[in-house]
């Protein structure tokens, strides 16, 4: 197999909203059965045929670099986690859906990201009201996921999925929710799985096939994988 291009995409969330077990069900198709707190950043590789089906097939690695701590974090620690931001294709927001602090803290994770974090405590949300102007120029691909969909009970689910669902329209984004410990929930040909295959296309266009991807700045981002096994890199 040759070595395939690579795509980056950050995975930025609260401790504890279950990027590490996201991270796991995408790359390994299978439940974490025992997840650990995040140190540092932790890098896993799944592989993705961009435009499936079509006469543009191609199979690229997708790098999700999942990062650790806290989004209150000393200035000390943001500066120090800045390393993990270098060459970014796409970025998914990850929020516990029974948790509102995880849901409006992801306004201050992407801002911290995208090296607009100017005002640290600048960006807290109630009511959706949120200034959209901040994210008028950005063109990294966002997708939206909140998890532990299972842990609320059925007759508030609705209104819940509702609270939320301005969270991906500020972001001009796509939303998926669900459970980490189910597979279904990315079973082949659901919704979730062509809004996930479509994210992914989505970066991989914006890398390689526009003139102005415009990634984070950062080394160059050329590094290619050798063919073979999934690789799993952890870094503390």
Not at 76 to 86: C, D, E
Not at 107 to 136: C, H, I, K, M
Request: hydrophobic share 35%; aromatic share 10%.
């Amino acid at each position: 197999m040759a070595s395939l291009d690579r795509v980056k995409v950050l995975v930025l969330g609260d401790s504890g909203v279950g990027k590490s077990s996201l991270v796991h069900l995408l790359c390994q198709n299978q439940v974490l059965g025992n997840p650990s707190w995040t140190v540092g950043c932790s890098v896993d590789v799944r592989v993705h045929d961009y435009k499936e089906g079509t006469p543009e097939e191609k199979t690229y690695y997708i790098e999700f670099w999942d990062v650790g701590g806290s989004v209150g974090s000393a200035s000390s620690v943001k500066s120090t986690r800045a390393v993990f931001y270098n060459s970014v294709n796409g970025i998914i927001l990850v929020h516990d859906l029974t948790n509102k602090k995880s849901s409006q803290n992801l306004y201050r994770w992407s801002l911290e990201a995208l090296n607009r974090d100017l005002v640290p405590t600048g960006v807290l949300v109630t009511n959706g009201d949120y200034d959209r102007e901040q994210f008028a120029d950005n063109q990294i691909p966002l997708l939206v996921i909140g998890t532990k969909l299972d842990q609320i009970h059925e007759t508030k689910r609705h209104e819940v999925l509702t609270r939320t669902a301005f969270l991906a329209e500020d972001f001009n984004a796509e939303e998926i929710n669900l459970d980490c410990t189910n597979p279904r929930y990315l079973a082949a040909g659901s919704s979730n799985a062509v809004k996930l295959s479509r994210f992914f296309d989505k970066v991989i266009e914006k890398r390689y096939f526009l003139r102005d991807g415009n990634q984070i700045p950062g080394f160059p981002d050329r590094k290619r994988f050798a063919g073979g096994t999934l690789k799993s890199l952890h870094y503390d």
